[in-house]
């Protein structure tokens, strides 16, 4: 009787089959990081090359994603949650600091994050541009995300009475369009700074953002 094959259920090798296939993902996108990332980048590269790239087989690849768009999907999505899980986590640590300092922190942790390897700046801010409406949706909302989080700092920052009070979300909007920027810039060599010259170039950024002149925190949120 025709049908589709089923993937194994069972233990082999002492694993199962969940932790063979969480395997054989992980292996292809981090195949994609390499051969997207860098030469020849997503456009360039076949669902053969990447398979080999991973040490696997094309019908392994196709037991895992539909096409390269959905492994370039999941490698945006990734690379995006891991300077998620650095910035909340620099957070969890910052609590209590002033203002300035906790801003430090949160933009050393992401910097520190996108710019440890210069494949995650690739992707994040180039591979994915104009590839499909699809994407150019994810793209937009994980950068929601970013200002979500940085609008729930600046609403924190004026309940404690650091930050003048105001919608911050269109100038939210705009910094992180400038973060992007200045990262990707400083990434390609185009910058010349360290990394800690481009953080404290943002932290003023932000800062001029949350106090601007004229602003007198006496007033109160």
């Known amino acids: 009787m025709a ?7 069972g233990r ?6 969940e932790e063979r296939k969480a395997e054989r993902r992980a292996r292809f996108l981090d195949a994609a990081l390499r051969l997207f990332g860098d030469v020849p980048g ?3 590269t076949t669902v053969a090359a990447l398979s080999e790239a991973a040490g696997l087989s094309t019908r392994q690849f196709y037991e895992e994603f539909r096409t390269l768009e959905d492994v370039l999907a999941a490698l945006h ?3 995006n949650d891991w ?8 957070l969890a640590d910052a609590g209590g600091l ?11 942790a992401y910097a520190g994050n996108v710019t440890a390897d210069p494949r995650r700046i690739r992707i994040t801010f180039v591979e994915i541009v104009g590839v499909s409406p699809r994407l150019e949706e994810q793209r937009l909302a994980r950068r929601a995300r970013w200002v979500d989080l940085l609008c729930a700092e600046a609403t924190a920052a004026v309940a404690r009475g650091e930050a003048a009070p105001r919608d911050y979300r269109l100038a939210a909007t ?6 992007n920027g200045l990262l990707h810039d400083f990434s390609a060599g185009w910058v010349d700074a360290t990394l800690d010259e481009v953080v404290g170039e943002l932290v003023r950024q932000l800062l001029g953002i949350l106090r601007p ?3 007198d925190p006496g007033t109160g949120p």
């Open 83 to 90: 300077a998620e899980q650095a910035v909340l986590a620099a």
């Open 174 to 179: 705009a910094f992180i369009g400038s973060v």
């Open 213 to 215: 002149a004229g602003w």
């Open 3 to 9: 049908g589709r094959l089923r993937a194994p259920t």
């Open 12 to 17: 082999y090798g002492g694993r199962s089959a």
């Open 98 to 108: 002033p203002l300035a300092d906790r801003v430090t922190t949160i933009f050393g």
């Open 77 to 79: 999505l990734q690379v």
């Open 42 to 44: 997503y456009r360039a």
